[in-house]
């Protein structure tokens, strides 16, 4: 399964790289797809998309991180900073989740 997926990884490094820019521009679900389809998109981007991936993973940590004020506010208002976490470790999974299955393939 994982060498079919591996044939495509450029083509799904280079959509990683697309959703984590436009992420960037959306304001609220920016955060969602940064946080969901970008990580999928990063894990899924192997052997020669490898690079693509871990900009993608870098940039949507970037967006996670230090560019959305949205997401620390409604982490704020909630009291806690629970979901704020929640989001940037969920962004980590990616890059890390990439030189773990790059390897096994």
Known sequence: MLKKIAKNGKVF?????????????????????????????????????????YVAGGLNIINISFLSPTLVVASAAGGTSGLYWFFVILTIIGPVGLYFLNKKV
């Not at 960037?24 to 797809?33: K, N, R």
């Open 13 to 53: 490094g280079i959509l990683a790289v697309v959703v984590a820019g436009i992420s960037f521009i959306v304001p609220v679900i920016g955060v969602y797809l940064a946080a969901f389809v970008g990580t999928g998109l990063v894990l899924l981007s192997l052997k020669d998309g490898v690079i693509l991936g």
